[in-house]
Structures are given as structure tokens and as C-alpha cells.
T-cell receptor, first 110, second 112 residues
Framework: TQLLEQSPQFLSIQEGENLTVYCNSS?????LQWYRQEPGEGPVLLVT?????EVKKLKRLTFQFGDARKDSSLHITAAQPGDTGLYLC??????????FGTGTRLTIIP | DTAVSQTPKYLVTQMGNDKSIKCEQN?????MYWYKQDSKKFLKIMFS???????INETVPNRFSPKSPDKAHLNLHINSLELGDSAVYFC???????????FGNGTRLTVT
């Protein structure tokens, strides 16, 4: 079973600050997805990255896929209370099933 | 229109009982899944169906039995419920295996 480690596990910061969360594996992903989950709801897809070194932006969120396709990061600029939630990465390894990471619980303090 | 809907939202039951959770998707996707999210928020796949055919069957007690009457529906039946079955169960669908998932809002199962 492939393991995706996310760090930090918990992060609590003030509104307006910047932050980065990480998703790491010892194996190469064929693709990687990022989701955000809010309390009482299911995870919602934010982005999919496929190519090593790829950078995608979604408003204040910037996603980067590592050159070797073993890691990914999510950077949030000027965090807002609406960014609060559980951030999950999910990686596909070849034709194996999608595996979810351990999650980062983000809290933005107004 | 809700894309992936599952019922019930909450399920409280006693040990030993049998219960079912229903899921329907109106996205026209071929693949549906059941995931279990534990108290530490870790999401683990249980089953996956593609066009009514079981394609992923993780190491799950055989008290759990999925059923897909058609490609828009995937139900989960659980026999002889145990305390350790308490969790949030998510149904999801995707266009094909490993493409982005669309999740339902979960069923919080509490076994007392």
C-alpha cells in the first residue's frame, strides 16, 4: 500500500498570513489531486496535477507538483477564514487505486 | 441538483443490527465508490464498482456488502454492526478509475 504523508497535520494561522502544506511519497505518482473538505460535507476537488514541475493557480491557491512527481505543495496567499478546512491530497500510482493522504487541518483565525 | 446523494445523513444503531446506506449519482459516471473516514479523518477506500461490476474490494469484513443495481446507484449493507464500524461513510463517483472524485455529503454511522 502506497503512503502519502501530509504536513503539517494541523495548522492554525491568522487571517492574512501565507501558508504552505505538503504532500510527500516515496513513490512516483502518475497524477495527484487536491481536495478540501468542510465539516459535515464530502471532499471537493480543487485541482489535478499530472506533469512533473507543473504549477496551477486557483485564485489565492497555488499548487505545485514536484519535478520527480513524488511530492506536491499547496500554497495559500493571504489566507481567509473561508479557507478553513481539511486539505487532502490523493495520488494515483500507475493503474493502482487512488490513495488519500493523511490530511492537513487548517484553521484561519479572523 | 445534488450530484451525489446518499441517505441517511445520520444513522445511530445498536451493536448486532443490520443497516443499509443508499447512494445515487446523476452525473452519468461509470465508476462509484464507498470510502470510510475514521475519527482521524483518514479516508480509506472500501469498494469500487465500474458499470455495476466490482473492481476494487479492499480488506473489509465480509459483513459489508455493496450492491449496484445500476451504474447510477451503489448501496452498502452492513450486517451485525460492531462498535468499530462507527465512522463517516462516503459515497463517490468518477468518470473513470482514478479520475477526479465527486463525493456525497457522508453518512455518520454511530454504533452503540
Amino acid at each position: 500500500t502506497q503512503l502519502l504523508e501530509q504536513s503539517p497535520q494541523f495548522l492554525s494561522i491568522q487571517e492574512g498570513e501565507n501558508l504552505t502544506v505538503y504532500c510527500n511519497s516515496s513513490s512516483v505518482f502518475s497524477s495527484l489531486q487536491w481536495y478540501r473538505q468542510e465539516p459535515g460535507e464530502g471532499p471537493v476537488l480543487l485541482v489535478t496535477v499530472v506533469t512533473g514541475g507543473e504549477v496551477k493557480k486557483l485564485k489565492r491557491l497555488t499548487f505545485q507538483f514536484g519535478d520527480a512527481r513524488k511530492d506536491s505543495s499547496l500554497h495559500i496567499t493571504a489566507a481567509q477564514p473561508g479557507d478553513t478546512g481539511l486539505y487532502l491530497c490523493a495520488g494515483a500510482f500507475g493503474n493502482e487505486k487512488l490513495t488519500f493522504g493523511t490530511g492537513t487541518r487548517l484553521t484561519i483565525i479572523p | 441538483d445534488t450530484a451525489v446523494s446518499q441517505t441517511p445523513k445520520y444513522l445511530v444503531t445498536q451493536m448486532g443490527n443490520d443497516k443499509s446506506i443508499k447512494c445515487e449519482q446523476n452525473l452519468g459516471h461509470d465508476t462509484m465508490y464507498w470510502y470510510k473516514q475514521d475519527s482521524k479523518k483518514f479516508l480509506k477506500i472500501m469498494f469500487s464498482y465500474n458499470n455495476k461490476e466490482l473492481i476494487i474490494n479492499e480488506t473489509v469484513p465480509n459483513r459489508f456488502s455493496p450492491k449496484s443495481p445500476d451504474k447510477a446507484h451503489l448501496n452498502l449493507h452492513i450486517n451485525s454492526l460492531e462498535l468499530g464500524d462507527s465512522a463517516v461513510y462516503f459515497c463517490a463517483s468518477s468518470q473513470w478509475k482514478n479520475s477526479p472524485l465527486h463525493f456525497g455529503n457522508g453518512t455518520r454511522l454511530t454504533v452503540t
